[in-house]
């Protein structure tokens, strides 16, 4: 369980997060999405103890992270595949670790067999890596610890698509086994078929704190499509009834009114439909939608 | 690649956290420490530097030593040449040189690669983990320092024994440049280590560790009271003192006693600020 309570982050005149509150529980996959610059990482390290929050806090189990003398036992977390030193080798690097923490060496060959790192790889300098392997160690060395709450930033960079479906996976395993899985991405996609929960920010503040299907359903996005010879006809009608209405040709595209409110109405004023088909909006408008005020960089038009 | 299933009990479930112990940290460093390869081959490199500098003066001294008149045994001795060129002054700047480097390197190379952040994400007691960094790199150090004056010596009296004009180790004064020589070495490395832990950057922390250990000694004069005061507060020049004959007998001359104490408070000061400049600043 992770609670995070009117966590606010200054760096001089710049605020990096504002007064975020949210919870993320145990048992799920959370997904903590946010543009470029929203404060995603800035709220992980906090969460981490690596950064002081400005105001506010943030409790990991109940307790502040830093006041853990050791932590791996406590908390998992990949903050960026990077954070190694290239010198090393991955048996090493985790070797390290582990006795820093007093875990088992035999750990080290059980989280690396873990993460597809077994044998040959594990004895090579880290700096030979590609970003997909360095996101595997970093994923060996959060489950060192076997930790209840796990935190991940961007974990999917870098990885091909089967590494993506096999992180999928373990992160659905670890929440299935009870643990907290925070999993930080700036892309919805990424998260569609992985969390069940969100915690979207934009600009260090909070926009969504929800499930992912209530989440999918505030896009507005959500609408109907409606093909008519009457198009012209049809759109005046629904736009006095109050919807939204894009016409393209005999295609209406309407935004306000279900399918059903929309099939009524035009057959009391006998108006031929040849096809009504709700549209459910994907995750990626809604995120887009509800983000858009907050994008931090923005190409190609000035705001 | 395949992926296994886990099959062990969760540790975390048994609520069986070990205490923490610091010598589990002392640990991890010295694994940190040595399973880079980098690591040998810096002390390796500036031992046969600095041994190779010691050993080349003495081998100078004994080749041309014919031309000397043989009388000259006795005052080159009593004048403790012998002595000063068991660790010249040219040795003991790249030796000082290397030992901060090798002591900011410690810290630096963590800041640098961003593995502080998993350092300090594993250890939350940060303080903890600075600690046992000094304590491993002041203990590798020492040994080093004192395995490099004792080649350094016994080399360089061996050759000069060629002549005749060798000394030994229970010489007046013999043992005193042993000691100072090797344990400028730890204080050396602290004080690298103290500036790289506030600057956190290679470059500007290799500048400011060479302007301090070696620059600032040769700024300052010993011939006016208010510069003399700040030599005497500096380690090199505490080495001077302790390995120079004659220190005594300058303008403003000061005890062996006070470069000790020089030399302990510099690695006192410089282990105190590596541990606790950690503890407020972001990471």
């Known amino acids: 369980m992770i609670e995070v309570k009117d966590l606010t982050k200054r760096y001089g005149a710049t605020t990096a997060v504002k007064d975020l509150t949210f919870t993320v529980r145990p048992g799920y996959v959370t997904g903590f999405l946010g543009p470029n610059g929203a404060g995603k990482s800035t709220t992980l390290r906090m969460i981490l103890g690596l950064n002081e929050p400005t105001g506010g806090t943030v409790t990991v189990g109940g307790h502040r992270f830093r006041d853990r003398p050791r932590g791996l036992r406590h908390v998992g977390g990949l903050l960026d595949a990077g954070d190694v030193h290239g010198g090393r080798s991955a048996v090493a690097h985790l070797a390290v670790l582990a006795r820093s923490n007093r875990i088992p060496r035999r750990r080290v060959d059980e989280v690396l067999a873990e993460v597809g790192l077994a044998g040959a790889a594990g004895r090579r300098r880290i700096a030979g890596f590609s970003l997909g392997m360095r996101q595997r160690l970093g994923i060996a060395a959060a489950l060192l610890g076997d930790p209840p709450v796990l935190l991940f930033d961007e974990p999917l960079n870098g990885l091909d698509p089967e590494g993506v479906l096999w992180v999928r996976g373990l992160f659905r395993r670890l929440a299935a086994e009870g643990r907290t899985v925070f999993v930080s991405s700036h892309l919805m996609s990424e998260m569609e078929n992985t969390a069940d929960e969100l915690v979207v920010i934009g600009r260090g503040e909070l926009i969504a704190a929800e499930s992912l299907t209530r989440f999918a359903a505030r896009g507005t996005g959500a609408g109907v499509t409606v093909r008519t010879p009457r198009a012209a006809d049809l759109a005046d009608l629904l736009t006095a009834e109050g919807a939204a209405v894009n016409q393209d040709g005999p295609l209406l595209t309407v935004t306000g009114l279900d399918a059903a409110r929309i099939g009524d109405l035009a057959c009391r004023h006998a108006l031929p439909l040849h096809e009504l088909a709700p549209r459910a909006a994907s995750l990626e408008e809604a995120f887009m939608e509800l983000t858009a005020d907050s994008v931090e960089y923005l190409a190609g038009e000035a705001r | ?283």
């Open chain 2, 1 to 283: 690649m395949t992926t296994g299933t886990a099959t062990h009990a969760p540790l975390y479930a048994a609520g069986s956290e070990p205490a923490a112990r610091f010598r589990d940290l002392l640990a991890a460093e010295w694994l940190k420490l040595w399973s880079l390869r980098s690591t040998p081959w810096a002390y390796l490199v500036t031992a046969l530097a600095v041994i190779g500098f010691n050993v080349g003066q003495a081998y100078d001294t004994y080749r041309y030593w014919s031309t000397e008149a043989a009388g000259d045994r006795d005052k080159f001795i009593r004048d403790g040449i012998p002595l000063a060129e068991a660790f010249t002054s040219n040795a003991v700047l790249i030796h000082v040189l290397a030992a901060g480097a090798i002591g900011a390197v410690t810290v630096v190379g963590e800041y640098g690669s961003g593995l502080i952040r998993t350092t300090f994400a594993a250890v939350p007691a940060r303080r903890s983990v600075m600690a046992a960094k000094v304590v491993v790199v002041a203990a590798v150090t020492t040994v080093f320092g004192a395995l490099v004056a004792l080649v350094s010596f016994f080399s360089t009296q061996a050759i000069l024994n060629g002549r005749d004009i060798g000394v030994s180790l229970d010489h007046p004064g013999a043992l005193r440049v042993v000691v100072a020589s090797a344990l400028i070495t730890p204080v050396a490395a602290l004080v690298g280590m103290a500036i790289g832990t506030l600057l956190r950057h290679m470059g500007s922390t290799m500048i400011v560790t060479v302007a301090t250990l070696l620059v600032l000694p040769m700024v300052v004069s010993p011939d006016r009271h208010w510069s003399a005061l700040i030599a005497h507060a500096l380690p090199f020049p505490a080495w001077r003192r302790l390995t120079e004959p004659g220190g005594h007998l300058a303008a403003y001359p000061w005890s062996e006693g006070g470069a000790w104490t020089v030399y302990a408070v510099w690695a006192l000061a410089a282990a105190a600020v590596t541990v606790c400049s950690v503890h407020r600043r972001d990471q």
